[in-house]
């Protein structure tokens, strides 16, 4: 079995605005979202063994908030170039691209890309837009990264900030 968790990145800030799109860093809600976001994804025992992210500043601070709510050593997090606003295609590309002995991948990316391939993946999800800090686990019945497309996938999880069916965990 394989596992993907997409994550689109936290709420970003708006507040500088000379700053390229790819430099911008979180907003507040953002850096109070990804750790909570981070906490949620510890309660259900969700234990990536590699995460990738866009090398996005916003993207990449996300998924640093996460890893650490994780325990997820920060320096076997990774950062890929071509995450940066990619195409539900190219996402796939790379997750497909990786080595089977990881079995459990966390990918933190962009809109639209992440909500259009979680509806590839799992056409009755049927996400309008995945929000910010959003996240969707999907476990594949595969051995092979390569494999997921055309392999039968299951829901494991979607959560987000502000679902309103599940408890939060405080800190």
Known sequence: MK??????????SWTEVLLSDHDRDLAERGIRDAPRMGKRINARKLRPSLIISSTAVRAMSTARAIAEALNYP????????????????KILEIVCAQEDNFSDLMVVG???GMT???NQLLPSLDIDNLPTCGVVAIDFETGSWAK????NARLFFYDYPK???????ED
């Open 3 to 12: 596992r993907l968790t997409l994550v689109r990145h936290a709420k970003s």
């Open 74 to 89: 920060l320096e076997f997090l990774q950062s890929e170039k071509e995450l940066y606003l990619a195409s539900p295609d």
């Open 110 to 112: 962009h809109n639209p």
């Open 116 to 118: 259009d391939l979680a």
């Open 148 to 151: 997921i497309p055309e392999a």
């Open 163 to 169: 679902n309103p069916e599940l408890l939060l965990i």
